[in-house]
């Protein structure tokens, strides 16, 4: 067992130091250098300003007046005081099997002129089920007044069963169990503009858990994952912790992107005095690249590449909060992969989408993606064993002014297909 250990560390300033941390670290500093460049002088990166004019789109608002007969407002509005709304109710399956009601609502505004500031996103997904089990988050991007300032917000309160395949490829896709809890989160992030593009700031994040129930024929979760953290019947989890966050991001609207660039790093320590077990640290970096193919700002013909690691660097981490597919920032990747398949110490996850206007008006439109990721532990080897899914949509203008879509994807991979539905786009 030693001499495994030795050789998956690398020697480096006289210590010796884990492969996948060895990894994570020059990831990270390859990307930050990367940023670096893109603000020197002379290197063409503007904050992305393309507008579409949204007089010559059509969503289902206009529809909605067309068929009512309300006389729109006269001119374009441009005070840059505008609150867009999207709801859609709708009833899909969820993680962990069986139906739920679901409400999405987003609401897209401006806190300054939107000629300075960037637009603001609140949305707000509630869902139930009727027997017990439901779900209330809160999610919010908030510009401040030219942006000088972006305030992350991350609330969730839910009574949240789903299923677990335990670390890697540990068991087989029919060899789930289900795993039943109520978990809070809390996650509040404030970074300070450093120029026009650049952000850093600091946070606070909390994940707690209880009553974690999971068994199946006598099987329980700490037996079924070999892992002894955070799996206790009937047990609680608690991760709480500060993280530093640096933010580059030249989007002009984060709920539908046009172009520009989009960059997120988070490094998560959760030390003893903050309540936790053990203390545990984790790095994010996550990345985003959106290349239109048409100067026509009224047209949807583009592709967009997302790509993040994720990985936890201590050993006595809590089980649910290792990173895993799905549980990224706002819950989207893994489009064709059941949420939580693959979970490990280490995760790598790559995408692109190719998005394209059906009518000219902008009503409908068409994407096309592919996702895969890769993950550490049994069965599985980070950046060697590969896991894959692909898939296509439908998009509906819901509103034009915010640019909100409804998204109604189907996405297949090896042992899983399914629909997802919502509103804005994934990334």
């Given amino acids: 067992m030693g001499k495994a250990h030795t050789r998956n560390r690398f020697l480096c300033f006289g210590k010796r130091i884990p492969y996948a941390k060895f990894i994570s670290f020059v990831f990270i500093f390859l990307i930050s250098t990367g940023i670096i460049r893109a603000q020197r002088p002379g290197y063409e990166l503007e904050p992305s300003r393309s507008k579409a004019d949204t007089t010559k789109q059509r969503d289902l608002i206009d529809i909605a007046k067309d068929i009512l007969n309300i006389e729109p407002p006269k001119g374009p509005d441009s005070s840059g005081k505008s609150i867009y709304f999207s709801f859609l109710p709708f009833s899909t399956t969820v993680p962990g099997g069986g139906q739920a009601l679901i409400t999405s609502t987003t609401a897209g505004f401006y806190t300054g002129n939107r000629k300075t500031t960037h637009m603001s996103r609140v949305t707000f997904t509630p869902y139930t089920n009727f027997k017990g089990r439901f779900g209330l988050p809160v999610r919010s991007y908030i510009w401040l007044k030219n942006n000088e300032w972006v305030i992350i917000g991350d609330t969730r309160l839910m009574k949240y069963p789903q299923y677990t395949w335990g670390l890697g490829r540990q068991h087989d896709d029919d060899d789930k169990l289900l795993v039943d809890y109520t978990y809070f989160r809390f996650y509040q992030h404030a970074l300070r503009k450093i120029n026009d593009a650049l952000f850093a700031g600091i946070g606070y ?66 030390p003893h005095f903050m309540g936790n077990d053990h203390s545990w640290s984790s790095v994010y970096l996550d990345v985003r690249r959106y290349l239109r193919f048409t100067k026509d700002p009224n047209r949807q013909n583009m592709l967009g590449i997302w790509g993040y690691y994720w990985s936890v660097l201590n050993r006595k981490i809590p089980y649910l909060d290792l990173p895993s597919i799905g549980w990224d920032v706002y819950n989207r990747s893994g489009r064709g992969f059941d949420q939580n398949r693959f979970r490990g110490r280490h995760l790598f996850y790559l ?14 439109g068409f994407v096309l993606f592919t996702n895969t990721n890769t993950v550490s532990g049994p069965k599985s080897q980070l950046f060697k064993d590969w896991n894959q899914a692909y898939g296509g949509g439908l998009r509906i203008k819901f509103n034009k002014g915010s640019g909100t879509n409804i998204a109604i994807d189907y996405g297949r991979s090896k042992d899983f297909s399914g629909f997802q539905i919502g509103l804005d786009e994934v990334f």
Avoid at 223 to 234: I, L
Avoid at 249 to 263: A, E, H, L
Avoid at 351 to 364: F, K, M, V
């Fill in 205 to 270: 994040n909390l994940d707690y858990r209880v009553n974690i129930d999971a068994d199946k024929d006598g099987i329980l979760l700490r037996d079924y994952t070999q892992y002894p953290y955070g799996t206790d019947d009937f047990g609680r989890s608690l991760s709480s912790g500060l993280s530093m966050n640096v933010l580059f991001d030249t989007r002009s609207n984060s709920i539908n992107p046009i172009d520009g660039y989009y960059m997120y790093f988070q490094y998560r320590l959760n």
């Fill in 351 to 364: 995408e692109a989408e190719y998005r394209r206007d059906i009518t000219q008006n902008g009503l409908l």
